[in-house]
Structures are given as C-alpha cells and as structure tokens.
C-alpha cells in the first residue's frame, strides 16, 4: 500500500474508533474469535487468517449477562445477572471492578498472600468529562483521587491462618477484618467498603 499509514487512521475512524470493528473488516474475525484466538494483523499486503493457539490452555466463554475467561495466569468474570457466588454492591451504580493478583508468583488458589483491587467510580477531583462519557480531553482535574466506596462478598479457597487486611495509600496494613469460619474448602470473604481504600491484602499464616 502507498500509505499505510492513511489507511489505518481512516479504518480507525471508519468503525468509530473501535478495534474490534476494524479487525473483523480487515481480518475477517468475530469480536470472540479475537478473545479465543492468538491474531495480528498486517499493513503490507493481505490481511492473514486469525492463528489460533491449539497449546492454550485458556477457556473463554458468553452467557447472558455474564462473560468468563480462564487459563494458567488468572481468571476473569464478568456479571451483570448474578450467579450467587460473588456479588458486588454500590450505593448508587451497578458497577465495579475487583481484582486479584498473587504477591508470591503462585497461582490464585494458592497463593499465601494476595492483593484486591476494589473500586466503583474513580477519577481525579475536577475531572470532565465529554457529554458521551467517551473523553476527558484535557480536563485531568487535579488531586486528590476521589473514589466510590464499593463492598463485595466473595468465595475464596480456605487456608489455615487466613487474615485479611485493608491497606493505607503508604501501602501500610491496617487491624485484620473478620472472616468466618468454616469447615469446607472455602471461606467467604467481605471487603466492607468502609475503610477509606481501594487495596486489601489476604495472606496466610506466617507470611
């Protein structure tokens, strides 16, 4: 192509900014099939065919108002019906976010200390947003982070001398919070919402 560069920027703009929607002109691939599947895509002649990975061990897969992917590094859920496993609640927006990241290059399950991320709404005091919610342009605002108190309840695998913790914004670990006790292979645990932070920190016996 004489202009590569031309014919990108116009794909671009042609589906609206989104990539998924170029992908599927210009490598004839679904939205899921670029979740399933390892992809590129080239500028300097004929888009190839999506690649998929036959040695993946990922697992990926749609229901009604609930995504879920899987594999060796992680797992991630996505639901807005409900499934009676984990449930996240804000007092003003159907939306959160929680994430989990293993502090000791374990697995999840088994991990002996790991780290949540919690959080609602978050954005810099002043911020502005465009009508369509899509850009803030400019408009950063300044500090500090204001943030939308969120709690959650969820499943965890059990361990012996599990504790909970919410951390400081200095990464400081504050008085455990309270984890029941139970006798199966799980445990329920609440991140209250309350403590002023986005972080707690689950960790085992010892560590």
Known sequence: SPDPLGELAALHFRHDHSLLGALAEV???SAESAWRERMYVSLAGPAPAPRGGADSATAIAWADGRFEAAGRGGRVVID??????SSLR???A?????AAAAMDAQALPQSRKVLFA??????????????????VSDRWGTAPVRIERVSAEFDWPAAPGRTLHPLGPDGAIGPPLPIPTVSGPTIRLTLPGTSGTLWYLLKSGGD
């Not at 159907?94 to 929680?98: G, N, Q, R, W």
């Not at 919690?118 to 850009?135: I, K």
Request: aromatic residues 6%; neutral net charge; proline residues 0%.
């Open 90 to 92: 804000t007092d003003r």
């Open 27 to 29: 490598g004839k691939a």
């Open 118 to 135: 919690l959080c609602g709404r978050c954005e810099n005091t002043g911020m502005e947003f465009s009508a369509d919610r899509r850009t």
């Open 94 to 98: 159907a939306f959160a976010v929680l």
């Open 80 to 85: 807005t019906a409900g499934d009676g496993t």
